[in-house]
């Protein structure tokens, strides 16, 4: 089976920096893009960061120039670091890729269990 395993989520003052971890592990044949997700209470699950297996990005327009994801392709790990950050980034943040099992042919999506990222004004 495959997971993900978030963390670094926790509680800061706004202006401050988290950093996010996800690592996946498993029986991991290949992966396409990975990112991150949040969802604040009473709202939808939305967007925040994606990037593909060749490094290309995309950002929310509500975070760009303050949250950078990368990923480590060798470590199967993707990072979400987050500065500048408001109370509006409050929300629960998952993890998500697309990842091939290797006992299959085709590529699934996968999610963390989700990391509280809490922002105080």
């Known amino acids: 089976q495959v997971q993900l395993v978030e963390s670094g989520g926790g509680l800061v003052q706004a202006g401050g920096s988290l950093r996010l971890s996800c690592a996946a592990s498993?029986?991991?044949?290949?992966?396409?893009?990975m990112g991150w997700y949040r969802q604040a209470p009473g709202k939808q699950r939305e967007l925040v960061a994606v990037?593909?297996?060749?490094?290309?990005?995309n950002y929310a327009d509500s975070v760009k120039g303050r949250f950078t994801i990368s990923r480590d392709n060798a470590k199967n790990t993707v990072t979400l670091q987050m500065n500048s950050l408001e109370p509006e980034d409050t929300a629960v943040y998952y993890c998500n890729a697309e990842i091939r099992d290797i006992r299959y042919i085709t590529y699934q999506n996968y999610w963390g269990q989700g990391t509280q990222v809490t922002v105080s004004s």
């Open positions: 498993g029986s991991i044949g290949s992966f396409n893009a």
């Open positions: 990037i593909t297996n060749g490094g290309r990005t």
